[in-house]
């Protein structure tokens, strides 16, 4: 699986939108882009995936690029309960998810 | 109630004691995963169970022992367990265990070992 590169923390205010960034400059043809969450003392949460369109659901957008070599998550209204650990996955269809340590995303009043 | 359950929330157990988690997804799905999240580390697949079947066991050393009746409940039981076993172990499901990285996880058990 590609390895994956997020910045270990960001800060967000309330109501503004979150662009939490993603590099994965190795990932292959058939490796989908996945997003988790982790809000503190909780099991991960699923957020999004996709393979190289753009992305859209209740909870975020993912925005690829055409090279496929680098992804953003957007959580385009951020509220406190968004602080968490944020978990970019490249993941191919014989592979296991395995978390690295994320992105931890503070959003403060 | 829907989703992924997890009792007990938290356990306090001493390293001869033998104790056991309980895991039960209401989703419908067919995999099983248990992960352990120890503090400050990322989270550690332990044990995958496919249509109950288990299809990954990753070095996991004997003294945790998975158990998959059928596809709505995941046991993990515990003997002589040491100290820096302390961890929130965590339990997901999802449809399939390939093609299918949307898991739903449960809150977790925090384990404290004495």
């Known amino acids: 699986d590609a390895k994956t590169t997020q910045p270990p923390s960001m800060d967000c205010a309330e109501g503004r939108a979150a662009n939490l960034p993603c590099n994965h400059s190795?990932?292959?043809?058939?490796?989908?882009v996945y997003w988790y969450r982790q809000i503190h003392s909780q099991g991960p949460q699923y957020i999004i995936h996709?393979?190289?369109n753009n992305e859209t659901n209740e909870m975020a957008s993912l925005i690829i690029t055409e090279d496929r070599k680098s992804s953003t998550l957007i959580l385009p209204h951020a509220t406190l309960r968004d602080t968490a650990v944020y978990y970019c996955?490249?993941?191919?269809?014989?592979?296991?998810?395995?978390f690295g340590k994320g992105t931890m995303l503070l959003v403060s009043p | 109630e829907t989703g992924v359950t997890q009792t007990p929330r938290h356990l306090v157990m001493g390293m001869t004691n033998k104790k056991s988690l309980k895991c039960e997804q209401h989703?419908?799905?067919?995999?099983m995963y248990w992960y352990k999240q120890s503090a400050k580390k990322p989270l550690e697949l332990m044990f995958v169970?496919?249509?109950?079947?288990?299809?990954e066991n990753n070095s996991v050393p004997s003294r945790f022992s998975p158990e998959c009746p059928n596809s709505s409940h995941l046991f993990l039981h515990l003997h002589t367990l040491q100290p820096e076993d302390s961890a929130l172990y965590l339990c997901?499901?999802?449809?399939?265990?390939?093609?299918?990285?949307?898991?739903?996880f449960g809150p977790g058990t925090r384990l404290t070992v004495t």
């Open positions: 169970y496919n249509f109950k079947e288990q299809t």
């Open positions: 996955i490249a993941l191919s269809g014989y592979s296991t998810l395995t």
């Open positions: 989703l419908g799905h067919n995999a």
């Open positions: 997901a499901s999802s449809q399939e265990d390939r093609d299918a990285y949307e898991q739903y």
């Open positions: 190795t990932i292959s043809g058939n490796e989908y």
């Open positions: 996709g393979l190289k």
